[in-house]
């Protein structure tokens, strides 16, 4: 339910990716909660757009993510049934490069490790069953049949309005410009049109986080991101049925991309496309000739059909934190405030578990989710 008196059991700063979810799964704890974000809800303005996100179970980042992987796809089907919004399209997942890479060799190691169903291809036997696909001969690839993408703007906004459903406040276009902790205990959120009490906080602000989380200055940093959707020359080898989701590791560096959906063009990008920090209030959104060649480079080399005319190009910010991996937790001062921050470019997939655990450090201080690896401790 709604405050009547200006004060909330929490106040969610951020109704991105992270934030809507947070705000929703606070809500169905029967708690008084609002969510303040800067823009619009969805917006195009951060790290949460983009017509489509990846999800894997096959994680070559780190063994750890296998776990919360696991319930953010019970979390996103949960989400799917109470909606009716569809969120999860399963396509099946290429994780691929040289056998000794990261990405396959550790994708390998994580569906080894939780025993996740899995196939081993040749580079022949990709092309032979996905016909979209020239990798070098020598390549190898791991193929997962649960991967595929998410819709990240309907995923908000089945989140907020789940979050209505369960009585919580969402306010957007209402910027929020400092808070403080109180002498109770709680907190004060002071923002462009009001002021706000609450026992608990929770900071997902993404680009802007450092912003408001002095311990994350210069941890979690702001960077450009460029997609690119390209038109095939053989449109029945890039769709959903027959296209997986895929993740490479090549000389070029990583890249990632998605089968035709939404967009008359494949989808592809590349990690830390341009290595360009920035600040959030006064960066390039306009994608350029440079980031458009850099591209379609590696469209032409590894996928020749998909290589056609430009669709759209589109920006992002990633916000990495010096080992890529998250953030969650709470402040080392302020208990009652949790931080979910520094996804690094691979946080939305799990998006549904993090506003779950990003909920129990808001109430309780812990959460059961194993999340050791992602404290801001480790930071000294």
């Given at each position: 339910?709604?405050?009547?008196?200006?004060?909330?059991?929490?106040?969610?700063?951020?109704?991105?990716?992270?934030?809507?979810?947070?705000?929703?799964?606070?809500?169905?704890?029967?708690?008084?909660?609002?969510?303040?974000?800067?823009?619009?809800?969805?917006?195009?303005?951060?790290?949460?757009?983009?017509?489509?996100?990846?999800?894997?179970?096959?994680?070559?980042?780190?063994?750890?993510?296998?776990?919360?992987?696991?319930?953010?796809?019970?979390?996103?089907?949960?989400?799917?049934?109470?909606?009716?919004?569809?969120?999860?399209?399963?396509?099946?997942?290429?994780?691929?490069?040289?056998?000794?890479?990261?990405?396959?060799?550790?994708?390998?190691?994580?569906?080894?490790?939780?025993?996740?169903?899995?196939?081993?291809?040749?580079?022949?036997?990709?092309?032979?069953?996905?016909?979209?696909?020239?990798?070098?001969?020598?390549?190898?690839?791991?193929?997962?049949?649960?991967?595929?993408?998410l819709v990240p703007e309907q995923c908000i906004v089945a989140h907020v309005e789940a979050a209505h459903a369960e009585g919580a406040e969402v306010r957007a276009r209402e910027r929020v410009v400092d808070w403080e902790a109180t002498a109770d205990g709680g907190v004060c959120v002071r923002t462009d049109k009001g002021e706000y009490g609450a026992d608990g906080m929770v900071i997902a602000t993404g680009a802007w986080t450092a912003e408001f989380v002095d311990e994350l200055s210069g941890i979690a940093v702001p960077e450009r991101q460029v997609l690119a959707w390209l038109q095939p020359t053989a449109p029945d080898r890039f769709a959903p049925e027959s296209f997986p989701v895929w993740n490479f590791r090549v000389p070029e560096g990583r890249f990632y991309g998605f089968p035709v959906y939404d967009v008359p063009g494949f989808k592809l990008g590349k990690y830390h496309h341009r290595e360009e920090t920035v600040d959030p209030e006064s960066w390039n959104r306009e994608p350029d000739a440079e980031d458009e060649r850099l591209l379609r480079r590696f469209a032409e080399r590894y996928f020749p059909d998909g290589a056609g005319p430009t669709m759209r190009l589109a920006t992002c910010t990633f916000t990495n934190t010096p080992d890529n991996d998250f953030v969650l937790d709470t402040l080392p001062d302020h208990p009652q405030v949790a931080v979910g921050a520094g996804f690094s470019g691979h946080g939305f997939k799990f998006a549904s578990v993090v506003g779950e655990i990003l909920a129990d450090l808001a109430v309780v201080g812990e959460t059961d989710h194993p999340i050791e690896r992602f404290r801001l401790e480790r930071f000294g």
């Open positions: 339910m709604s405050s009547t008196d200006g004060r909330y059991d929490v106040v969610v700063l951020g109704v991105g990716g992270m934030g809507s979810a947070a705000t929703y799964h606070l809500a169905r704890r029967g708690l008084d909660v609002l969510g303040l974000e800067r823009y619009d809800v969805p917006n195009a303005m951060g790290s949460s757009h983009g017509v489509t996100r990846i999800i894997r179970r096959a994680y070559y980042e780190h063994p750890s993510y296998i776990p919360l992987i696991e319930r953010a796809y019970d979390l996103w089907d949960e989400l799917e049934a109470r909606t009716g919004r569809d969120l999860l399209h399963r396509t099946g997942s290429i994780d691929a490069g040289p056998p000794d890479s990261d990405v396959f060799s550790g994708s390998r190691r994580s569906c080894e490790e939780y025993d996740i169903p899995h196939e081993v291809l040749t580079s022949g036997e990709l092309t032979e069953r996905f016909p979209g696909y020239r990798l070098p001969d020598e390549y190898v690839a791991l193929y997962q049949p649960d991967g595929g993408f």
